[in-house]
């Protein structure tokens, strides 16, 4: 592969060191090029007023279709809640070694959870979710380790009790599949 | 993950078929999706699914009834049904139709995680004990009945013939040949496999006791019936009961074996309730029971029933070529049991064993590999290790009697006579040894 970059999407407003520092993080666990860039959607077209979130397998399909030619990964940034129609709500979803991921930091924040507000939890969460569906359009499946950044979360303290690192065995896996 | 679990999707919803591929995907399931039930169905004709995720609720054939026509199809495939509005009814009619579990859309995550983690977790576990069973019936299979000769292939080619059908059987053969393992082959063999193998031994308990033990007996039937008790047949329902040493067994037991055989029920003793029981009969003798029969000490009608197929356990001296293998089963056996290195037997002691004639069998050959293995040096058994000499080799002993009978003659001859030295030796009252004496009409030499 000659372009190896990916491109970070951010939907809505995000500080720019934050996505500075989502796009360190990436970089450093990739060794890919990374940009960010503001993306532009009609996220009213994918609300659901039954269940008020946004349905995240539109929007994956809708960023896909948009954004996946401009580089080798791209990831769509939300900050809205995003549901699957099975599901009550997902943090975030990818294609299986496909091109196209998306991630939302709705769920992410402390004070959802009845919590004190702590901008380094929302950062470090962030990071580890982008990280995470990204390993997947890179082809990693879930993994058992318990500090792979690849284990499957569906809480948040599940995303806290892992490290936003891919484990030896994902990272020997990836580089299989690039090959 | 040991194996790929795989995922069988069904719904009419596009999204929900999606959403769930892309969920399950990305756990490393194998997934596939069916957008209604006929094509789900079809599906499963030629593909095989662990789980299988269906919507109760889809145009066309409904869940429910995919559910039951899976079940037919295919009674190990774990089903899970979704629905939009959880009904009890239609959760207790899923359930009661075989399904796994029963969710209700939208789930949890968390909620999907664990379904799938515990329908795994059977899909493992269910895994396992098929594994578990097999090996159990290659345990109690015939491996214990060693023997390339033509005598024991006729045997395993018998317990092959007679372990599927219900019929009676009766075993005979010398003691020690392996009448046993002969039973708990066929046993194994058989679709009772899961079931109870109870072995009696007949000949080890009085009439009353043998009664109590078969048929079981109520609290106070008699002193000492300080509880309700189950019966062997009792006990053996829907399996098999052996009854070793059937020759010895009274004329009255004859006659209520005979009933128990014919009705498959009894009474327990000091009860009046009837009570079934559906098992198999496997017989085992060292006594030739058509002769006692031309005798009448045994009864014909339950001859008749319980000899159905006859498997004849040849001994050990009719099969000589199999002692090679024997010892070195045994060997290995208790090499292991003792937790010791292999040992090796060298030549001339295998040649003294093939020569020997084994009035106890394979029973008396496995007891001088253990004791061998026992007092050998360790590393292989020599003529020395084996206590041939102390054994008396003769061709013309047959049965446990004639075995006995040699044996206080040779002790009364050792003792010139004197019963009370001889009785202490043989570690029997002098009273015993008299009886002996008089049984088989032993006198002093001139």
């Known amino acids: 592969m000659d372009l190896q970059n990916i491109t970070l999407i951010s939907f809505g407003y ?20 990374v940009n960010t860039k503001e993306g532009h959607l009609d996220l009213s077209e994918f609300y659901d007023p039954g269940r008020r979130q946004y349905n995240g397998t539109k929007l994956l399909k809708e960023v896909d279709s948009i954004y996946s030619s401009d580089s080798d ?48 939890f929302i950062l470090d969460r962030f990071k580890k979710e982008v990280i995470h569906e990204l390993g997947h359009t ?40 690039l090959i | 993950m040991a194996k790929k679990i795989s995922i069988l999707i069904v719904d009419d919803e596009e999204s929900v078929r999606d959403s769930l591929y892309n969920w399950f995907i990305e756990d490393g399931y194998r997934v596939e999706c069916a957008e209604n039930a006929k094509r789900a169905l079809s599906m499963l004709e030629s593909d095989c699914f662990d ?62 995680s664990h379904l799938i983690r515990n329908a795994s977790k059977q899909i493992s576990l269910t895994e396992e004990n098929e594994n578990l069973k097999k090996r159990v019936v290659s345990l109690e299979n015939v491996e214990d009945l060693i023997g390339n000769s033509e005598a024991m292939k006729k045997i395993l080619k018998d317990i092959e013939s007679v372990a599927q059908s219900n019929s009676s059987v009766v075993i005979t053969g010398e003691s020690g040949t392996g009448k046993e393992l002969v039973a708990r082959a066929i046993h194994s063999n058989s679709p009772r ?30 002193t000492g019936a300080m509880y309700n008790r189950k019966g062997r047949f009792e006990m053996a329902d829907n399996g098999t009961i052996f009854l070793d040493e059937i020759a010895t067994i009274s004329t009255k037991m ?45 009864r014909e009608d339950l001859y008749y029933r319980l000899n159905v197929v006859n498997i004849y ?53 496995e007891n001088m590999i253990e004791r061998a293995i026992v007092v050998g040096n360790g590393k292989k058994i020599s003529l020395k290790d084996l206590p041939l000499e102390k054994t008396i080799i003769s061709s013309s002993i047959e049965s446990l009697d004639d075995l006995e009978k040699t044996h206080i003659l040779q002790i009364l001859n050792k003792y010139n006579w004197n019963i009370s030295r001889a009785a202490k030796a043989l570690k029997v009252d002098r009273v015993t040894l008299y009886n002996k004496i008089s049984k088989y009409g032993l006198k002093p030499a001139d």
């Open chain 2, 51 to 112: 789980i299988i995720l269906a919507d109760i609720k889809m145009p066309g054939m409904d869940g429910l009834e995919m559910l039951r026509r899976i079940k037919l199809l295919k009674t190990d495939s774990i089903v899970i049904v979704i629905t939009a509005f959880a009904t009890v009814d239609t959760a207790v009619q899923a359930l009661k139709d075989g399904a796994f579990d029963y969710i209700t859309k939208p789930f949890d995550p968390d909620d999907l």
């Open chain 2, 254 to 298: 004859q006659i209520d074996l005979l009933r128990v055989l014919e009705s498959k029920s009894f009474v327990r003793v000091g009860g009046n309730k009837e009570i079934s029981s559906d098992f198999r009969v496997i017989c085992a003798t060292n006594r030739d029971l058509k002769s006692m029969v031309e005798k009448g000490i045994f």
């Open chain 1, 73 to 120: 990964k791209s990831l769509g940034l939300f900050s809205v809640d995003l549901f699957i129609p099975i599901l009550t709500y997902i943090f975030g979803q990818a294609f299986l070694n496909g091109r196209t991921g998306i991630a939302s930091l709705y769920r992410l924040s402390n004070e959802r959870y009845g919590m004190n507000t702590d901008d380094k």
């Open chain 1, 138 to 177: 890179f082809g990693l499946i879930h993994c058992h380790i318990p500090t792979c950044v690849m284990r499957s979360s569906t809480y948040v303290e599940d995303i806290d009790q892992k490290s936003a690192n891919i484990c030896i065995k994902c990272r020997n896996e990836m580089n299989s599949i």
């Open chain 2, 313 to 365: 356990v040849p001994p050990l001296r009719e099969r000589i070529e199999d002692i090679p293998l024997l010892v070195d089963y045994f060997i290995k056996k208790y090499c292991i049991s003792m937790n010791r290195p292999p040992v090796a037997i060298d030549s001339a002691a295998l040649k003294r064993l093939e020569e020997f004639n084994f009035p106890g069998n394979v029973r008396e050959l």
């Open chain 1, 14 to 33: 995000f500080e720019e060191d934050f996505l500075k520092n989502i796009a360190e993080a990436v970089k450093h666990e990739f060794r890919f090029s």
């Open chain 2, 193 to 222: 496999k899961f079931f109870p193998l109870v072995s009696v031994h007949c000949g080890a308990l009085t009439e009353s006791l043998l009664e109590s033990e078969l048929f079981g007996h109520e609290k106070g039937a008699f």
